[in-house]
Structures are given as structure tokens and as C-alpha cells.
């Protein structure tokens, strides 16, 4: 496997294990991305995304504590980068709710 010149960085903050773990192994079979951390509360995804500086944070919408829609403009300036939220909550109101707080997706 060749390493391409440049790779987008992603750290993945999911209270969720086994999804934090489904993604970085998917995310890890592709060439241009590295998985530069993981974090399983929205706290820790601030302070990962102020360490790693990540082009891409994937933020699960619902945490306990605060979620991800409460730190996306955190999570925005600590990392420089995007943030796509993720979530298996369907309702509009998230939806409109993450990209009124700044996120680039929401998936």
C-alpha cells in the first residue's frame, strides 16, 4: 500500500465503542485518510481536536453530557477543520440544529 502525499486527517468522537472502532476500520482502508484519535465523550473530542488539529471531526450528535451539537463551534476552532455530525437520529430538528452550529455535514 502506497501512502499518498498528502491524507486527510479524522478524529472520531463517538460515546460508543464499537462504533468508534467500526469507523476507524473502515476509515483505515483508505488510502487517503488517517485516523489521528478517538475520543467517547464531546469533552474529550474538544481537547483531542486541540491536540491532533484534524482536517475532519466525525461528532456523534448524542453524548451524555454535552453533545456534539452543544461543541461543534469548539470542535470547529480547536481542530481548523470541518465537522460532520453523525447520528442515527432522523428528526429535522438535529438536522437544522447541527448545521445552525456550524457543521459542514451531518450524516
Known sequence: MVTPAVSIRVLIVDDHALVRTGLRLLLDREDDITVVGEAGD???GVRA???EKPDVVLLDVVMPGRTGIDVCQEAIAASKGKVLMLSMQDDPSYVREAFAAGASGYM
Do not use: G, V
Open 42 to 44: 464531546a469533552d474529550d
Open 49 to 51: 481536536a486541540r491536540l
